[in-house]
């Protein structure tokens, strides 16, 4: 059941990087990098996607990926044991507070216009929130 989890886990870290790798180069899914902008910065953020941003950004999301997947049991674990631990659950909770905290902050903020707030509440935090319970399950096993 674990390797299922953490399967499950490992693949949505990994298509959220790839997502992020994509961006570096392409504003798709959206026409072009203002519309990519506003909703995934709130604003019409100057030069947005940086690309280097955008490729440590994926970087990042696929070393989750990899953690969480040698914690399950998918892949094997390099060096010390306690770290993959460590690393699951520093990436559950930074997934977690990403999905509970950061809605509130941004409605407090209240500058983030109305493309950003509506793809965060329906995608941005559900994915965190799920991703983040996932990490944690792994982590905690």
Same mark, same amino acid.
């Given at each position: 059941?674990?390797?299922?989890?953490?399967?499950?886990?490992?693949?949505?870290?990994?298509?959220?990087?790839?997502?992020?790798?994509?961006?570096?180069?392409?504003?798709?899914?959206?026409?072009?990098?203002?519309?990519?902008?506003?909703?995934?910065?709130?604003?019409?953020?100057?030069?947005?996607?940086?690309?280097?941003?955008?490729?440590?950004? &994926? !970087?990042? #999301?696929?070393?989750? +990926?990899? %953690?969480?997947? /040698?914690?399950?049991? @998918?892949?094997?674990?390099? $060096? *010390?044991?306690?770290?993959?631990?460590?690393?699951?659950?520093?990436? &559950? !909770?930074? #997934?977690?507070?990403? +999905?509970? %905290?950061?809605? /509130?902050?941004?409605? @407090?903020?209240?500058?983030? $216009? *109305?493309?950003?707030?509506?793809?965060?509440?329906?995608?941005?935090?559900?994915?965190? #929130?799920?991703?983040? +319970?996932?990490?944690?399950?792994?982590?905690?096993?």
């Amino acid at each position: 059941m674990m390797e299922i989890v953490g399967l499950l886990a490992a693949a949505g870290l990994a298509a959220a990087g790839a997502l992020h790798a994509v961006w570096a180069f392409s504003p798709w899914p959206a026409a072009d990098r203002t519309t990519l902008a506003k909703v995934v910065l709130g604003d019409e953020g100057e030069g947005f996607p940086w690309a280097p941003a955008c490729v440590g950004m &994926a !970087a990042v #999301l696929a070393g989750a +990926g990899y %953690v969480v997947a /040698a914690r399950s049991g @998918l892949l094997p674990v390099i $060096g *010390p044991r306690q770290l993959y631990t460590v690393g699951a659950w520093t990436i &559950a !909770a930074g #997934l977690l507070a990403r +999905g509970s %905290v950061f809605p /509130a902050v941004i409605t @407090l903020r209240g500058r983030s $216009g *109305p493309e950003f707030k509506t793809w965060d509440l329906r995608v941005y935090t559900p994915v965190c #929130l799920v991703l983040g +319970g996932l990490s944690l399950a792994v982590a905690l096993n």
